[in-house]
């Protein structure tokens, strides 16, 4: 299958701080790529659609000046998280599909961990 | 509210036994169907998916089962592996890569 790479894999902020978190598609062009938050023993959580040259949109619930989202290229999605408190702390997975096709590859996630 | 309801919450097999998850979605918009395994502190991986339009789909060990008119679909793992232990999520798919996760369930195989 296709291959999504996350970076960093983990990361530990201050509070009030903001964290930059990368999604890259390494083999295969995603105009479209999504973005899932993941709680302890929970499920995951589709945050919002992250859309090459356009505005992202938001799932109902999720802050949109607190996740930033940037999609500059067909192989880069960035989620910032701005002004970062504890609640925040999760696991972030991003996904993406070749061609836009159904089948989505998930990225190894990463850890935020905000103290 | 929760589209997409998985049981069992937690699943105990012996080596060799089958396992069976099961799913319930409410919204007959959805289209597709995928099953992904997850390890801890990792991504989810891509399992088996399948189509309302097909009743059943095995690929290797492990199996999808789909009713439609039930509004209901299942994975089934034969001859389960102590590898296999991980946790299990169904999802659905109203739009082309934006899913709906059930709860997840927790597989252990004992060997």
């Known amino acids: 299958g296709a291959v999504v790479s996350q970076h960093p894999s983990r990361v530990i902020c201050k509070s009030g701080t903001s964290v930059k978190i990368e999604c890259r598609s390494l083999?295969?062009?995603?105009?479209?790529m999504f973005w899932y938050r993941q709680f302890p023993k929970q499920s995951l959580m589709l945050m919002a659609t992250?859309?090459?040259?356009?505005?992202?949109?938001?799932e109902q619930g999720v802050e949109k000046d607190k996740f930033l989202i940037n999609h500059a290229s067909l192989t880069l999605s960035t989620l910032t998280v701005t002004s970062a408190h504890p609640e925040d702390s999760s696991f972030y997975i991003c996904?993406?599909?070749?061609?836009?096709?159904?089948?989505?590859?998930f990225g190894p996630g990463t850890r935020l961990l905000v103290l | 509210q929760q589209q997409v309801k998985q049981s069992p919450q937690s699943l105990i097999v012996q080596k060799g036994g089958i396992s069976i998850i099961n799913c319930a979605y409410e919204?007959?918009?959805?289209?597709?169907f995928p099953w992904y395994q997850q390890f801890p502190g990792k991504g989810p991986a891509l399992l088996i998916a399948i189509r309302p339009d097909v009743s059943e789909k095995k690929e290797g060990r492990f199996t999808i089962s789909f009713n439609k008119s039930a509004k209901q679909f299942s994975l089934h793992i034969m001859d389960s592996q102590p590898g296999d232990s991980a946790t299990y999520f169904c999802?659905?798919?109203?739009?082309?890569?934006?899913?709906?996760f059930g709860q997840g369930t927790i597989l252990t195989v004992h060997p």
């Open positions: 999802a659905a798919s109203l739009a082309p890569g934006k899913l709906t």
């Open positions: 919204n007959t918009a959805f289209d597709y």
């Open positions: 992250s859309n090459e040259g356009s505005k992202a949109t938001y």
């Open positions: 083999d295969f062009q995603a105009t479209t």
């Open positions: 996904s993406g599909g070749a061609g836009g096709r159904e089948t989505q590859y």
